[in-house]
């Protein structure tokens, strides 16, 4: 075989496409030529560096583009129309940054984070600029993380190295089956896997909840994610019926009253069932109500005994209640979504200082939403029911 044909062949092989020289008259040996191809394809890695510019009061992408990168006015302003096309730069916003990257001193990308998950990126060629938007890349890295209700879930979950959105991520997903304003107990265990974002290696915040396991009070709960078929998460426990329930465990939101944290100081008191058929929780005036379920506001006014009162129908015969509110955000016939806030703690009516009495029946009686299960979410499809198998198989065994 030609030699040249023999090493056009190899390189081809390699992936890298290149002219081959013709031999001169020196023989030299199959061997010492690859020496000499390896050595002519040492990649040159050229220094780059990075400018971050952060967007100030009154500035204008025009005149960034000019001050800033040094861009001649008409081209600043050819690029800007270009860049209109495919992002309204009136979105731009003060406070973020516009990254201005060097290579060997030489402009090679100007960048702008959209959203958290979606980058402006220009890229400057010989005569103009290539002007695009692009899904941020990030690596995904696995965490498996534990630990014990110490003082407070917040804090044993901070002391582990969860980040707030992460904890409230677990709060959220458990939130169907453990009441975390109010029913949290030392010795709690809690576990999960996660995923890390990283961005050119730097962290760039959570990813999903994997898979969780919570207990409380000795009441053991799983959570595994599968993705639906339209991508969106939906959590099952290893049987496949939805972690999603009816009914929420608690009126108040871990999430909204973790603002600030202020549980960590004080948490609520319950009162107990068996006295009033309903359950008390003793929180400051302006907390937070939210509706624990989907439903149509049947009442939402004053009652000489409840105060500022508010009667929600779930449908399925359940019908939850609140009282003492200092606020009503909805009014009757009002349709509200599980989660949303409807009112805040006070202490209205025949109460003697600021709680919430909060109510659930089921069929018209009272029953203790404690201890009351509430009708669990679309179970998992057939078709969906591998998958899960899948998540469980792996992840179990780690939590
Ligand atoms: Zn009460």
Known sequence: MYRGMFFSALLITAGIFFVV??????????????????????????????????????????????TEVGIE???????VEQINEVFDITKIRMGNSITIQYEDDVLSKISYDINTSEELVLTPSAQDFLVERKDIEFEVRQATVSGSVESSFYQSALDVGLTDRMIMELATVFAWDVDFASSIQKGDYFSLVYENKYREGEFAGTGDLIAGRFVNNGEEFFTFLVKDTDGKNQYYNEDGDATERLLLKTPLSYKRISSGFSLNRKHPILGTFKTHRAIDFAADTGTPVETVGNGTVTFAGWSDTYGNYIKIDHGSGFTTAYAHLSKMYVSKGARVKQGDLIGAVGTTGRSTGPHLHYEMYKNGTPVNPLTTETPSGKPISEESKPNLQEVVDLYKSQL
């Not at 002519?40 to 992408?61: A, M, N, R």
């Not at 006015?73 to 690029?79: G, K, P, R």
């Open 21 to 66: 020289l013709p031999s001169g008259p020196h023989e030299i040996s199959a061997h010492e030529e690859e020496v000499k191809v390896q050595e002519e394809f040492q990649v040159y890695i050229p220094s780059v560096s990075k400018t971050l510019y952060e967007i100030q009061e009154g500035d204008t992408l025009l005149g960034i583009l000019q």
């Open 73 to 79: 006015y008409e081209d600043a302003f050819t690029l």
